[in-house]
T-cell receptor, first 117, second 115 residues
Framework: GAVVSQHPSWVICKSGTSVKIECRSLDFQATTMFWYRQFPKQSLMLMATSNEGSKATYEQGVEKDKFLINHASLTLSTLTVTSAHPEDSSFYIC?????????????FGPGTRLLVL | AQSVTQPDIHITVSEGASLELRCNYSYGATPYLFWYVQSPGQGLQLLLKYFSGDTLVQGIKGFEAEFKRSQSSFNLRKPSVHWSDAAEYFCAVALGGSSASKIIFGSGTRLSIRP
């Protein structure tokens, strides 16, 4: 159990367009979801924390108007990269938390590779 | 500030040899520590985690890690590596004990296997 999916797995878009990435928890309800980005040969950097039914909390330096996050249900969070530019090209990974007390872990999706031309 | 340091950017070991990947953390409270593996172009797979209890933690694929509070370390080990272990390995610390806690990742160590 505890499977997280992302769609699409990769996307190529033109500069200036918007791209939506979906993150779904397939077999559990995720009270909290996280969005990370990973540049080539670098580590994962947390972009924002998303709680179902409330506004996302963005990390310092992440533009909330550029990276729109919606967590409308307990199984789905979306990240929309608005007016994408080549520097937004990256690997975006989400994770989902089942909630509850200590000892739980986050479950990571397989990632979405975005290339902006 | 909280941080995770993986001092080795790239390690190459021979197939069948033992492996140790180093990880040091900086966190004021009780650390919740993880090791993840990432194959090229793939997401993260959890190898093992330490939350409390026995400081020697067993994980999947024959990996183990030892938590040493006095050294602020959580090194990953494997007695005999296989070619399929070639990947990127990330050490991470959760800033809290719940699954909703933020996770901070180290910079990663790339493992190559020599035939």
């Amino acid at each position: 159990g505890a499977v997280v999916s992302q769609h699409p797995s990769w996307v190529i878009c033109k500069s200036g367009t918007s791209v939506k990435i979906e993150c779904r928890s397939l077999d559990f309800q995720a009270t909290t979801m996280f969005w990370y980005r990973q540049f080539p040969k670098q580590s994962l950097m947390l972009m924002a924390t998303s709680n179902e039914g409330s506004k996302a909390t963005y990390e310092q330096g992440v533009e909330k108007d550029k990276f729109l996050i919606n967590h409308a249900s307990l199984t789905l969070s979306t990240l929309t990269v608005t007016s994408a530019h080549p520097e937004d090209s990256s690997f975006y990974i989400c994770s989902a938390s089942r909630g509850g007390g200590g000892g739980e872990t986050q479950y990571f999706g397989p990632g979405t590779r975005l290339l902006v031309l | 500030a909280q941080s995770v340091t993986q001092p080795d950017i790239h390690i190459t070991v021979s197939e069948g040899a033992s492996l140790e990947l180093r990880c040091n953390y900086s966190y004021g409270a009780t650390p919740y520590l993880f090791w993840y593996v990432q194959s090229p172009g793939q997401g993260l797979q959890l190898l093992l985690k330490y939350f409390s209890g026995d400081t020697l933690v067993q994980g999947i694929k024959g990996f183990e890690a030892e938590f040493k509070r006095s050294q602020s370390s959580f090194n990953l080990r494997k007695p005999s590596v296989h070619w399929s272990d070639a990947a990127e390995y990330f050490c991470a610390v959760a800033l809290g004990g719940s699954s909703a806690s933020k996770i901070i990742f180290g910079s990663g160590t790339r493992l190559s296997i020599r035939p």
